[in-house]
């Protein structure tokens, strides 16, 4: 039963590295463009129109959460 739990919370420290580059791609990116510009941001299924501002903010919440998550997996081995 250990294996199990131990190949789970592999399973998810290795979604979250994922997770965390694809929130430093995005940080990267919106950061080279201007602040004027509007791009669109995916929540749930939908994509709104929001300002680069807002996007980098919320890029940046993702990231600190996932790394937060993925402190906490590598914590408990």
């Known amino acids: 039963m250990a294996t199990t739990?131990?190949?789970?919370?592999?399973g998810r420290e290795f979604e979250l590295e994922k997770e965390?580059?694809?929130?430093?791609v995005s940080l990267d990116e919106l950061s080279s463009l201007s602040s004027s510009r509007s791009v669109?941001?995916?929540?749930?299924?939908?994509f709104f129109l929001?300002?680069?501002e807002k996007a980098k903010t919320s890029?940046?919440?993702?990231?600190d959460?996932?790394?937060?998550?993925?402190?906490?997996?590598r914590s408990q081995t």
């Open 20 to 24: 965390i580059k694809r929130q430093e």
């Open 40 to 46: 669109y941001q995916k929540n749930g299924n939908l």
């Open 50 to 52: 929001t300002s680069t």
């Open 5 to 10: 739990t131990s190949s789970s919370s592999s």
């Open 65 to 73: 959460y996932a790394k937060s998550e993925i402190n906490k997996i």
């Open 59 to 63: 890029a940046q919440k993702q990231l």
